[in-house]
């Protein structure tokens, strides 16, 4: 619940929300370790690439949580801004790791050669 008086308990008249903020907070630290790995065992590109379909898929799922947008600020009516963001985030991450394993594949073999 939002405290009596406060912008986002007028809104929702004190009714109990998800604490999507907490989601968000967890979910980035997850990440933030996860890329701390990659940095370090992976080679160039890898970890942007993870980190842009990592966030694109936590915050298309966060904006399920949340109530507050309403349907005039729907995408086609289904979709927040924030997950018309993460929708395009997921594809570009998935074609910058495409990218960059291609082209850290090449390197690799004119190394071997």
Not at 29 to 39: D, G, N, P, Y
Not at 75 to 85: D, E, R
Request: include cysteine.
């Amino acid at each position: 619940h939002y405290p009596e008086g406060s912008a986002p308990w007028m809104k929702f008249s004190g009714a109990p929300v998800h604490p999507v903020q907490l989601y968000e907070t967890c979910g980035n630290i997850l990440l933030a370790v996860v890329m701390f790995i990659l940095l370090r065992r992976t080679k160039r590109g890898i970890p942007i690439a993870s980190y842009l379909t990592f966030y694109g898929i936590l915050r298309f799922s966060d904006e399920f949580f949340r109530g507050d947008h309403g349907y005039n600020q729907l995408w086609l009516g289904i979709f927040t801004p924030a997950q018309t963001v993460g929708l395009l985030l997921i594809p570009a991450g998935i074609c910058t790791l495409i990218y960059f394993a291609r082209k850290n594949g090449k390197e690799d073999n004119q190394i071997n050669d």
